[in-house]
Nanobody, 121 residues
Framework: VQLVESGGGLVQPGGFLRLSCATS????????IGWFRQAPGKEREFVAV????????LYADSAKGRFTISRDNHKNTVYLEMNSLQPDDTAVYYC???????????????WGQGTLVTVSS
């Protein structure tokens, strides 16, 4: 089982990034996929989750209206589009797979290694 995040980097405040989570080794359409992030010195926090079919999504308050989660099960990939990025969004972003709908990291079975997003001028 593998989840590999990509698309992170350095972006200016107000900028845009699109993160990808490429999966392999399991049936993506049997899992809900969440994005989490961990800023330096802080605990890992929930960002967004999408259900197995892609029809249901849920966002943290910090992500609502700015971030969009989507998935393409045929490509075995989940995306997180992030607009209007701010310095507070600086963190390592992780994607994770869960067999149950959840915003708690404890309920996720498989994790990627993370991709660093830095928002700075």
């Amino acid at each position: 089982v593998q989840l590999v995040e990509s698309g992170g980097g350095l972006v200016q405040p107000g900028g845009f990034l699109r993160l990808s989570c490429a999966t392999s080794g399991f049936s993506l359409d049997e899992y809900d996929i969440g994005w989490f992030r961990q800023a330096p010195g802080k605990e890992r926090e929930f960002v967004a989750v999408i259900n197995w079919s892609g029809y249901t999504t849920l966002y943290a308050d910090s992500a609502k209206g700015r971030f969009t989660i989507s998935r393409d099960n045929h490509k075995n990939t989940v995306y997180l589009e992030m607009n209007s990025l701010q310095p507070d969004d600086t963190a390592v972003y992780y994607c994770a797979a869960s067999s149950s709908w959840s915003t708690s990291s404890r309920d996720y079975d498989y994790w990627g290694q993370g991709t660093l997003v830095t928002v700075s001028s």
